[in-house]
Nanobody, 119 residues
Framework: QVQLVESGGGLVQAGGSLRLSCAAS????????MGWFRQAPGKEREFVAE????????SYIDSVKGRFTISKDNAKNTMYLQMNNLKPEDTAQYYC????????????WGQGTQVTVSS
């Protein structure tokens, strides 16, 4: 199974920016979605954004629209999440994951990277 490794988390003040990366260990020929999720302490994991690997379709949750941008570099097998104007409520463990196109099941997950936004 393709391994996913997140990086780029850290501590930032409110209003600041971070860029998360998710590197995949191999390339597949079938199409799939790659996405970001987050989980804050005491809360359920929530979907943040996704991108269709071959095609580029993207979607976001409303709370990050206009602040976060998901992108990918096919040559590097890497997905990114540019996070601007961060808010304390963005504090969470961020995970990347993949699901096959046509499936609703996110079946491959990374280990996560912590994002902490101070007020």
């Amino acid at each position: 199974q393709v391994q996913l490794v997140e990086s780029g988390g850290g501590l930032v003040q409110a209003g600041g920016s971070l860029r998360l990366s998710c590197a995949a260990s191999a390339r597949t020929f079938s199409n799939y979605y790659m996405g970001w999720f987050r989980q804050a302490p005491g809360k359920e994991r929530e979907f943040v954004a996704e991108v269709l690997w071959y095609g580029g379709f993207t979607s976001y949750i409303d709370s990050v629209k206009g602040r976060f941008t998901i992108s990918k570099d096919n040559a590097k097998n890497t997905m990114y999440l540019q996070m601007n104007n961060l808010k304390p409520e963005d504090t969470a463990q961020y995970y990347c994951a993949t699901r096959p196109q046509g499936s609703n099941t996110w079946n491959n997950w990374g280990q996560g990277t912590q994002v902490t936004v101070s007020s």
